[in-house]
């Protein structure tokens, strides 16, 4: 029964529409840090840019671009994100199709290979990508597949976490947070990671290595910002509603 209404296109139209009015308030009534607070100044200047995060963590995400910030963000093929897909349009975020792989026969099957190639043409053509770091099914565990689009685009890598001091945390694979209303948050934007073309595998896993480690920081420094706020009972608005 899930499989039919899940796959059904009036349903996704309309939980995709619900999502995307959900989290414009959420965005709308959550009083906003933004770290470091001259990221817009210095981020402008390298455009275009790859923008990752953690899967489950990125549902606010669309909100820390400004007007002129136009994105494609990578979702996958499998129905479910064809609710993803929709709530992204909503908010004026373009899409890409195609997720990450562990195996060379999803590889091939999950379209990274087309997913890839859009990407690498979406930054060519200025446009910013987003997309979440993971290991596809393994939380917070960042895979080679944002490094080697950073590798052959030679686009930097900016890792981004945003956290409101109210959410539910859902007992998913992605441990997803889902934000709620009517508080403090926070985004935090990373030093960006730069990948040489002529990188060797060890190279690469240096830089897988250390986007991991500059992730982990963000999202740790978001939530613990949102923390601060809500003991304070202050918070600078700042991200924008797309």
């Known amino acids: 029964m899930w499989r039919r209404i899940r796959t059904n296109r009036a349903f996704q ?11 414009k308030l959420v965005a709308r009534t959550t009083r906003f840090v933004i770290e470091p607070a001259d990221i817009y100044d210095s981020i402008d200047d390298e455009l275009p840019v790859i923008m990752t995060f953690w899967h489950g963590q990125h549902f606010l995400t669309p909100f820390i671009m400004k007007p002129h ?9 499998h129905a479910d994100a064809e609710i993803n897909a929709i709530a992204a349009h909503k908010l004026g975020v373009e899409t890409i199709r195609g997720s990450g792989a562990t195996s060379r026969h999803d590889f091939h099957r999950k379209g990274a290979v087309s997913a890839t190639y859009g990407m690498l043409d979406a930054l060519e053509e200025g446009w910013n990508v987003a997309m979440t770091a993971d290991v596809p099914k393994i939380a917070k565990r960042v895979g080679l597949g944002v490094v080697t689009i950073a590798r052959y685009s030679g686009r930097p890598i900016f890792p981004i976490a945003m956290a409101t001091r109210n959410h539910i945390r859902l007992k998913s694979w992605d441990r997803a947070s889902l934000n709620l209303p009517f508080g403090p948050g926070a985004a935090v934007v ?31 420094r978001a939530e613990a ?9 202050t918070g600078a608005d700042g991200a924008g509603a797309a």
Do not use: C, M, N
Request: glycine share 6%; net charge neutral.
């Open 13 to 23: 139209v309309a939980a995709g529409t619900t999502f995307a009015s959900y989290f």
């Open 69 to 77: 910030h136009k994105a494609k963000v990578l979702i996958s093929r």
């Open 190 to 220: 990373g030093e960006p990671v730069r990948v040489a073309r002529d990188v060797d595998e060890e190279g690469l896993e240096a830089a897988r290595a250390l986007l991991q480690q500059r992730l982990d920081d963000v999202t740790h």
């Open 225 to 233: 910002l949102a923390r601060r706020e809500a003991a304070h009972g």
